[in-house]
């Protein structure tokens, strides 16, 4: 790849960044400044700056650093949360990253060890979203928590906190955080009935469904 390549790829790579973030903002699962997006362009990650608003990010705001931390770009401080971030691109194969505050699922977060198997879209996230215990933000703490829960998925949830997803894009990512907070409201708003008790799917029945969405999609 060229230099003019890799400035394009970067450049790119940060205007869907900003479209994500704002996405996460429009759509509620973020409040303010809170969460954070993260993408991976060779060694570079490029991040979303701290305490700074979606809406006043620009192309010439890119902000990245290196897999040890460094950054290599931009004059904003990066997101506080950068550990979160660094640690899930050091230990899986993720090219991006999705940290919201998403209200069902940080309520889930604080009421379950994980978030019982009410749909078998679990099985997109790898089965039973775990919940990592809580750590201060932004520590190395937290992403040791994390990296926990995450064995075997693609996301969970952070106790007294919000959620973290990853994926093969920022699309994905996104995805998987959106479908962990409808699972999260579906389940809370089955189990607030009172005198009922939702129906769970079993271990066997996610399984299935895990074998089933191989195939899902358009081939070609």
Not at 192 to 204: D, F
Request: aromatic share 6%.
């Amino acid at each position: 790849m060229t230099d003019q390549q890799s400035r394009d790829a970067i450049a790119g790579a940060w205007r869907e960044l900003i479209a994500t973030a704002r996405r996460t903002a429009g759509e509620g699962l973020v409040v303010g400044t809170s969460g954070n997006v993260s993408v991976r362009i060779g060694e570079l990650i490029l991040v979303t700056p701290s305490g700074v608003p979606y809406d006043r990010l620009t192309s010439e705001d890119t902000v990245a650093v290196d897999l040890d931390g460094r950054q290599v770009l931009g004059d904003f401080t990066p997101t506080s949360e950068l550990p979160l971030h660094l640690a899930v691109y050091r230990n899986t194969s993720a090219t991006a990253v999705v940290h919201t505050h998403a209200v069902h699922a940080t309520a889930v977060s604080t009421l379950v060890p994980e978030l019982p198997l009410i749909h078998y879209m679990a099985a997109a996230h790898g089965g039973a979203v775990r919940v990592a215990p809580y750590a201060l933000y932004g520590s190395d703490e937290l992403a040791a928590h994390m990296l926990h829960a995450l064995r075997d998925r693609n996301a969970c949830l952070l106790q007294n906190h919000g959620t973290v997803a990853y994926g093969d894009s920022l699309a994905q990512a996104y995805d998987r955080t959106a479908q962990l907070e409808w699972m999260c409201r579906l389940w809370l708003t089955a189990s607030s009935l009172p005198g009922r008790t939702p129906t769970l799917l079993t271990e066997a029945q996610l399984d299935e469904v895990g074998q089933k969405l191989k195939g899902y999609g358009q081939r070609g």
